[in-house]
């Protein structure tokens, strides 16, 4: 028996499943585990302790949202050195939005540890975003903004991060409208599309003046076209 396997055979069936979904999700073995179970705990089922405050995942969904709110803007601020602030809030804003983060959990089955006291029927979409912030203020508290800033990166790139914010910022327009403004010919090519794990990828070129300015990867051809017009667009203006 493996030292995993010994440390899964000391704990409950409950406390197994928080480690594998945070081992599986964000890369490591946590220790306190008190605290994630409080990330899992919704309102409904938290009882009061001496001072009348409830043991929910309130007060660690606060904490997480400023954590996640933290490491995006930075991530943001570094992605995009010539990006202006008004772009960089609405792609923040778009990462950081409840629909964006209830999809990521759900994505990660965080609905399957949640501990609550209502039906089913009444499990409104924020519950799973406000729990996913609350497994982020756990992280934190547990290993620090360093750690957490790396751990809820990948695992918000697994699931679209780059995608999702390269689709604020319409760069294949302003490079379209540029392109008429300056009287320059402007055209997409797809380099290369492959199949990997069921799923295509495609690598696009822009041209302007049958000139490469531009390439872009992605699952879609939008979201290629998009990077490389991206890239563009910081070359030419």
């Excluded at 924020?126 to 934190?140: D, K, L, R, V």
Aim: proline share 2%; glycine share 8%; aromatic share 8%.
């Amino acid at each position: 028996m493996n030292w995993l396997s010994a440390l899964f055979k000391r704990r409950t069936k409950g406390e197994n499943e928080i480690l594998r979904f945070v081992a599986a999700n964000f890369g490591y073995r946590p220790k306190k585990l008190g605290i994630f179970k409080q990330a899992l705990r919704h309102s409904s089922a938290a009882k009061k302790n001496g001072k009348g405050v409830k043991d929910s995942n309130e007060r660690l969904e606060y904490l997480g949202d400023a954590v996640l709110d933290t490491v995006i803007a930075e991530y943001l601020y570094h992605a995009f050195p010539d990006t202006p602030e008004g772009d960089l809030t609405k792609m923040k804003a778009k990462v950081v939005n409840r629909r964006t983060l209830n999809k990521v959990g759900h994505a990660i089955k965080l609905v399957n540890l949640l501990e609550l006291k209502m039906g089913k029927q009444d499990l409104h979409p924020s519950i799973i975003g406000n729990a996913f912030e609350a497994i982020i203020g756990a992280i934190y508290l547990e290993r620090g903004f360093t750690f957490t800033n790396r751990a809820v990166l990948e695992l918000m790139k697994r699931h679209g991060l780059e995608e999702l914010v390269h689709t604020v910022v319409d760069f294949k327009s302003k490079l379209h409208e540029w392109c008429q403004k300056e009287k320059r010919t402007l055209e997409f090519q797809v380099i290369k599309e492959t199949q990997q794990g069921g799923e295509s990828f495609f690598e696009i070129a822009v041209l302007v003046n049958n000139k490469y300015e531009g390439r872009g990867k992605g699952k879609s051809k939008k979201a290629a076209e998009q990077l490389a017009a991206e890239e563009a667009c910081l070359s030419l203006f």
